[in-house]
Every structure is written in C-alpha cells, then in structure tokens.
C-alpha cells in the first residue's frame, strides 16, 4: 500500500465519530524516506482547517527544535494517533485510538524509520506498548532512547514532550531542545 491509498482510506474513514466533526484529515507529512518519524496526539484547530500536521503554535516549536539540530521538516516524517481533530481539542478517547492506530501502524510499515518519536502521553503510551515496552508517562521516560528489533523494524524509540507543552510552559523548552539533541545524537550514530 502507497502513502496516498491510505490517505484516501483515512478521508473516507467512519470507524468513529470524528469524521462528523472534522474538516480535513491530518494523515501526515514529510518525506516516506525519512529515518525519523515523530508521532503526536492529534491535530488541533489549525491542522483541522488546513490538513497538514504541526502548522498551528505547536508546529512553530517543532519547527524550532528541528532547526536547532539541523534537520528540515521535508526530511522527517510527521504523523499522528487520531487523524481527526477531537472536539476543542479534547484527549483522545480510547474507542477513537483502537480505530485510528491502525493507520499510524500502516504509516510506520510504509516509512519503516529508525527512529520514532512519539510526542507526549497519548503517543508514548501507544508506542511504547505497540513495541512490548512499559508505557509510563512522558515526565517519566522523555529523552530515554528505546532500542527494538522485529520482524518489520531495528532502532529506538525516543519519547518526547509534545511541542504543545513548551507553548504553555516556557520551561519545557530547555528540556525539549537537550531531548532533541539526542535524537540528532542517535541519528548520527550508525551502530543501532
């Protein structure tokens, strides 16, 4: 399956109610090519409008601390757990993650990264379980590299704070840049 067959199967999903709500999918974007992939929760009020992921506040941050490492939005691949934004943004529901991960599931066989990044709670959680980890929460395992190996996969996992978080709490963002930095660290290094 190509990236753009499962983007119209996301477009005419109805396996939960935020079909009704929406007003564009947010499959995903950047390069099928990319050794990273970062994973987040959900698009907001302005990926709803505009069907790309990370354009709102969030995705000046990402953006940011993607410069910071030298590494382009074009050259990494952003996805998210729901591909439907959940009414004023509310946390994902857990009927709404059983029917949407399977796309995220088929984005990473497409784009088989060596490193993903999932960005926050709700996409750790996923991840991490997806990968027979021990989910915890972010404030708990951010910026700790994961190795895995199966049949479709052999890299790490890094979990991130979502960008959002550095909107709301300046604090966070000393802690995002260092987290990146080890992502651009791993990436470097050819031994995985």
């Known amino acids: ?34 050794e990273i992939m970062l994973v987040g929760e959900a698009p907001g009020y302005n990926e709803d409008k505009q069907g790309e992921p990370f354009v709102g506040r969030a995705g ?19 996805a998210n ?5 959940p009414p004023k ?3 994902p529901m857990k009927e709404e ?13 497409i784009v088989r990264p060596r490193i993903i990044c999932p960005m926050g709670n709700f996409a750790a959680g996923y991840i991490m379980e997806k990968f027979g980890l021990k989910p915890d929460s972010i ?6 590299v994961f190795k895995i190996r199966n049949l479709l996969l052999k890299g790490s996992i890094i979990p991130l704070y979502h960008p959002a978080a550095a909107v709301y709490n300046p604090d966070l963002k000393a802690v ?3 987290d990146f930095r080890l992502v651009s660290k791993v990436k470097n290094d050819q031994k995985i």
Do not use: F
């Open 139 to 144: 404030g708990s395992i951010h910026g700790q």
């Open 97 to 109: 993650i059983k029917a949407c991960t399977p796309y995220l599931d088929r984005q990473i066989e």
């Open 60 to 78: 000046d941050v990402l953006d940011m601390l993607l410069e910071t490492i030298g590494i382009g939005r074009e050259n990494v691949y952003i």
């Open 1 to 34: 399956m190509s990236i753009e067959e499962l983007a119209e199967e996301v477009d005419n999903c109805r396996k939960c109610g935020l079909w009704k709500t929406r007003n564009n999918v947010v499959v995903g974007g950047g390069s099928i090519d990319s």
């Open 176 to 178: 995002l840049m260092q």
């Open 89 to 91: 943004n509310r946390n």
């Open 81 to 85: 757990i729901l591909k439907c934004r």
